[in-house]
C-alpha cells in the first residue's frame, strides 16, 4: 500500500506540474506583443515574410453591444473580444470622422498595448456633410490636415492610414460634376485620387514616416469596366499607396424585402476579381473589412463560411498579408448583423480556431 501510494502521488504531482507548465505558457503566449517590429518607431508597417503569418485584425464597434463611444467602451469591447478568442489582434481598426482629432487617447492606447493601429478617415464631418474631395485636393483643408500631420509625427507609433474606404458610393452620379448634390456626394473618381495624392505628398512634407497608406474598396467593383465606379478608376497610384484592401461581405441580394440565401458566396467568390487586378501591382493585399451573415434556416452555415475562407486564404490569396474583421450590426442597415459574439457559437468556434492557426499568427 506504501509503494502504491508514493507511485499515486508522483503520478498527481507530474500532473499538476504538467497543468501549471501549460498555464504559465499559455500565459506567456497571450500576453506577448503581437510584433516585435511595433517597437520601431518611425517606420511604416512591415509587410509580413512569407511564412512568417499574416496579420489577423478587427474592428469592433461598441455600439453593436450597446456601448456608447467613449475610450473606455472602445478598449472594453476590444479587450472582451481577445479575452475570448485567446489571443491579441496585430491590428485594430477604427473609423474616424472628418474634424476629429488625430491621434487620440485611444489610438495612444491601442498602440501601446502592441497593435497597430489603423485610422480610416472618412471626409464626412460630425454633422453629416461632405468635406468637397476637390478642396481637398486644392488645399483648403490644408489647416486641418497639417494638425493631424503633425499629431502622428510626434506620435510615432507605425499604423494605418485610409482616406475615405469605399469611395464608390460618394462619387457623384455617373461621375458628372454637373447637377452634382454636394450634401449627398464628395465629388468625381478624378477628385477623390488628387484628394489621396495631396494628403500623402501633404503628410510627407510635414515629416511623416510612421504610416502605411491603404487604399480601400468594395469587391464588386472589380468585375464591370463600364461602371464609373470601376474599382480601377479610383486608384491614387502606386506612388502613394502601400496595401491595396478590399471590403468583402457575404450578404445576400434582397428581393421585395425578402433575403435571398441562394445568393450566398464563398470569400473566394467575392475577392476573385478585385485580386486577380491588385496582384499586379506588386503591393501587399489585404481585407480592410469583411463579414458573413447567418442563415436562420442553416444554423451552421456561417461557421462553414469562416472554415472555407481560412483554407482559401492559405491556398489561393497568398498576396493577403492581413485580414480585419468587422464585428458590428449598423443601425443604418438593418439586418446586416456581422456580430461573433451572438447566439451563433459554432461559427465564433470555427473563427477562434482560425485565429489560433499558425498562419495567421505573425508571432509564431
Not at 79 to 106: M, S
Not at 318 to 327: E, G, L, M
Request: aromatic letters at 14%; proline letters at 6%; a positive charge.
Amino acid at each position: 500500500m506504501v509503494a502504491k501510494s508514493a507511485r499515486f502521488g508522483k503520478i498527481a504531482a507530474g500532473a499538476i506540474l504538467t497543468i501549471v507548465t501549460a498555464l504559465v505558457i499559455a500565459f506567456i503566449w497571450f500576453n506577448r506583443e503581437p510584433h516585435a517590429q511595433q517597437k520601431d518607431l518611425g517606420t511604416p508597417v512591415p509587410v509580413p515574410a512569407t511564412g512568417a503569418g499574416v496579420y489577423w485584425g478587427m474592428h469592433r464597434d461598441p455600439s453593436a453591444y450597446g456601448k456608447g463611444f467613449s475610450s473606455a467602451s472602445r478598449e472594453a469591447v476590444l479587450t472582451d473580444a481577445e479575452a475570448r478568442l485567446g489571443r491579441k489582434f496585430d491590428i485594430d481598426h477604427q473609423f474616424y470622422r472628418w474634424g476629429d482629432a488625430l491621434p487620440n487617447a485611444y489610438l495612444r492606447w491601442t498602440a501601446a498595448q502592441g497593435r497597430y493601429p489603423f485610422i480610416s478617415l472618412i471626409a464626412v464631418d460630425r454633422g453629416g456633410k461632405p468635406v468637397q474631395w476637390a478642396d481637398i485636393a486644392s488645399g483648403k483643408q490644408d489647416h486641418y490636415l497639417s494638425k493631424v500631420a503633425k499629431g502622428i509625427k510626434q506620435w510615432g507609433r507605425s499604423a494605418y492610414f485610409s482616406f475615405h474606404h469605399e469611395p464608390e458610393h460618394e462619387i457623384c452620379p455617373d461621375n458628372n460634376p454637373i447637377n452634382c448634390d454636394r450634401t449627398k456626394f464628395n465629388g468625381t473618381t478624378e477628385d477623390y485620387q488628387a484628394a489621396w495624392r495631396h494628403i500623402v505628398g501633404l503628410f510627407r512634407a510635414a515629416g511623416v514616416t510612421n504610416l502605411s497608406y491603404v487604399w480601400i474598396t468594395t469587391g464588386s467593383r472589380f468585375t464591370n469596366p463600364k461602371d464609373y465606379r470601376y474599382g480601377p478608376n479610383l486608384y491614387p497610384g502606386s506612388d502613394v499607396i502601400d496595401w491595396i484592401a478590399s471590403d468583402p461581405y457575404n450578404f445576400p441580394a434582397a428581393r421585395g424585402g425578402m433575403v435571398d440565401y441562394s445568393r450566398w458566396k464563398s470569400l473566394g467568390q467575392l475577392i476573385g476579381p478585385w485580386y486577380r487586378w491588385s496582384i499586379k501591382t506588386g503591393k501587399p493585399l489585404m481585407l480592410g473589412e469583411f463579414g458573413c451573415r447567418t442563415d436562420p434556416s442553416m444554423p451552421d452555415r456561417r461557421a462553414q463560411w469562416f472554415a472555407q475562407a481560412e483554407r482559401e486564404l492559405q491556398t489561393d490569396f497568398p498576396q493577403i498579408k492581413a485580414v480585419d474583421y468587422y464585428d458590428n450590426s449598423p443601425r443604418d442597415e438593418p439586418g446586416n448583423d456581422w456580430r461573433l459574439f451572438t447566439s451563433d457559437t459554432a461559427g465564433l468556434a470555427v473563427f477562434r480556431a482560425w485565429g489560433l492557426n499558425a498562419h495567421f499568427d505573425t508571432r509564431h
